[in-house]
């Protein structure tokens, strides 16, 4: 139960009823443009539990201080009064709210992973707190066109999503980006089409590293080689030819590959 006032005088006004809370999370959901899945993993929230806070089963109040995570007004979300979202934070646009949602592909390895750890080691407890959750990953965008790891591909891109991703995994995020592979040359090296590379653009490529390359305008996914002023982008599938950089070939690296995500099953 929320007091009608705390000890800091943060809560002056009369605190709603729980039944109205869970309107206001209904309305906070509407206005976030996620559906209740996303919406639940932005709080860090398994979907049948959100649900049972807008149902009343659990107490939506509790929850206050996600909802300020994520932008909006305690005092909206308890009292009904001023504004939703908290004076810094913009009103997200269709596409904007995309960005909140979480790779499927990413999160569910990573489910998979915890679930392995609890079978494997039953003794242990694997840490599932939300807070501690967010407190070691980061969010990267993945971008909705595929890199192709055949012939190139063409650049035009979108931001997808957003992935969250174990830190250690991105020591550089802001610098860090993700896409899917598309084709075969590349099978050699364990990248299949499908796969999500983890690309990071604060890498100085060196020879041998496998990039994201832009040739006159088009991408594509292969290993550098560079012998003095020759340079090759090598494919890892003994049915494609290696690609001779040219003094006429606008080319440049975008990104060392460091990372290669896939579902198993």
């Known amino acids: 139960m929320v007091k009608n006032q705390t000890k800091n005088g943060l809560f002056m006004k009369k605190v709603l009823p729980e039944s109205e809370i869970s309107r206001n999370l209904v309305k906070a959901i509407k206005a976030s443009a996620m559906d209740e899945k996303s919406f639940a993993?932005?709080?860090?929230?398994?979907?049948?539990?959100?649900?049972?806070?807008?149902?009343?089963?659990?107490?939506p109040s509790r929850i206050t201080p996600k909802l300020v995570d994520l932008g909006f007004s305690s005092d909206w979300y308890l009292t009904g009064n001023g504004e939703m979202l908290v004076s810094n934070v913009k009103t997200k646009t269709k596409e904007e709210s995309y960005h909140e949602k979480l790779g499927k592909a990413v999160q569910e390895l990573l489910s998979e992973v915890v679930q392995k750890e609890k079978e494997k080691y039953p003794e242990h407890k694997v840490a599932e707190s939300p807070e501690?959750?967010?407190?070691n990953t980061k969010s990267i965008p993945l971008y909705g066109h595929a890199i192709a790891a055949g012939q190139p591909a063409d650049s035009t891109c979108q931001v997808e999503q957003y992935l969250e991703l174990p830190r250690h995994m991105i020591p550089h995020p802001k610098q860090t980006y993700a896409v899917k592979a598309q084709?075969?040359?590349?099978?050699?090296?364990?990248?299949e089409e499908g796969d999500i590379l983890i690309v990071d653009r604060a890498i100085e490529p060196i020879s041998k590293n496998i990039v994201i390359a832009s040739i006159n305008g088009e991408q594509t996914v292969k290993r550098l080689l560079i012998d003095g002023e020759n340079i090759k982008?090598?494919?890892?599938?003994?049915?494609?030819?290696?690609?001779?950089?040219?003094k006429d070939i606008d080319f440049r690296t975008q990104g060392v590959v460091t990372w290669v995500i896939r579902k198993t099953n």
Request: charged share 15%; hydrophobic share 35%.
């Open 183 to 191: 084709g075969n040359s590349m099978i050699l090296a364990g990248i």
């Open 41 to 59: 993993a932005a709080i860090g929230l398994q979907k049948q539990h959100l649900m049972e806070y807008i149902s009343g089963k659990r107490t």
């Open 132 to 135: 501690i959750y967010k407190s």
């Open 233 to 246: 982008l090598m494919p890892e599938n003994h049915n494609y030819e290696p690609i001779e950089i040219g």
